[in-house]
T-cell receptor
C-alpha cells in the first residue's frame, strides 16, 4: 500500500458542483500539502498544514478550502468547481523533525471540470 | 522568500553527464537546497539535499559554492530513464517551512 493515498484518482465533474479530494498518509508525518499542476507548468502550492490545528494558504488558495480531520488526513474541497480548476492535484507529506526536508507525494488526482 | 531560477529545458544524450544550475540569490543562512525529480503523471521524488560544498548520493551530486547563491545538480552518465523534470527548492524557516516548486527544468535524454 502507498504511504500517501489520494482518492479519487480521476474525476470528471460539472461546473458549479462541490467536490472533495481526499488524502491520507501512513508515514506519521505532521506536515501535509496540496498542490496543483497544469500541463507544462510546475507545482503550485494551494494549502498546507503543519499540524491538525494549523491551516495556511499557499500561492493559489482562491476557490479552494481544506480540512485537516486528523494528523493522517487532509482533504481539499472545491466549493463550486470551474473549468480552469481542471488540473492534476497532488497531496504531499513531510516530517518537521527530519533533518532532511523530504516530501512524499501521492499518486495524484486528475480532475476535469466540464 | 528565496526565489529560484533554473533553465526551462535541457537536452542531452545517453551516457553524458548533465549539470543543471539553479540560482537562489536571496537564500538565507538557515536555508537548505533540495532537488526533486518528476516523471509524467507522477508526484515529484526527492533526489538530494545540501547546505554547502558538495553532497553525493547514489543518484546525483550537488555542488554549492561558498556564497550559496547558486547550486548545480549533476547527473552522471544519464540514460533515457532520466528524462524528467527537475526542481530546485530552497527550504527552511525563512520560507515558513513551505515547499515551493518553481517551473523546473525539463530534461530530455536522447539515444
Amino acid at each position: 500500500d502507498a504511504d500517501v493515498t489520494q482518492t479519487p484518482r480521476n474525476r470528471i465533474t460539472k461546473t458549479g458542483k462541490r467536490i472533495m479530494l481526499e488524502c491520507s498518509q501512513t508515514k506519521g508525518h505532521d506536515r501535509m500539502y496540496w498542490y496543483r499542476q497544469d500541463p507544462g507548468l510546475g507545482l503550485r502550492l494551494i494549502y498546507y498544514s503543519f499540524d491538525v490545528k494549523d491551516i495556511n494558504k499557499g500561492e493559489i488558495s482562491d476557490g479552494y478550502s481544506v480540512s485537516r480531520q486528523a494528523q493522517a488526513k487532509f482533504s481539499l474541497s472545491l466549493e463550486s468547481a470551474i473549468p480552469n480548476q481542471t488540473a492534476l492535484y497532488f497531496c504531499a507529506t513531510s516530517d518537521s523533525l527530519s533533518a532532511r526536508t523530504e516530501a512524499f507525494f501521492g499518486q495524484g488526482t486528475r480532475l476535469t471540470v466540464v | 522568500l528565496a526565489k529560484t531560477t533554473q533553465p526551462i529545458s535541457m537536452d542531452s544524450y545517453e551516457g553524458q553527464e548533465v549539470n543543471i544550475t539553479c540560482s537562489h540569490n536571496n537564500i538565507a543562512t538557515n536555508d537548505y537546497i533540495t532537488w526533486y525529480q518528476q516523471f509524467p503523471s507522477q508526484g515529484p521524488r526527492f533526489i538530494i539535499q545540501g547546505y554547502k560544498t558538495k553532497v553525493t548520493n547514489e543518484v546525483a551530486s550537488l555542488f554549492i559554492p561558498a556564497d550559496r547563491k547558486s547550486s548545480t545538480l549533476s547527473l552522471p552518465r544519464v540514460s533515457l530513464s532520466d528524462t524528467a523534470v527537475y526542481y530546485c527548492l530552497v527550504v527552511g524557516d525563512n520560507q515558513g517551512g513551505k515547499l515551493i516548486f518553481g517551473q523546473g527544468t525539463e530534461l530530455s535524454v536522447k539515444p
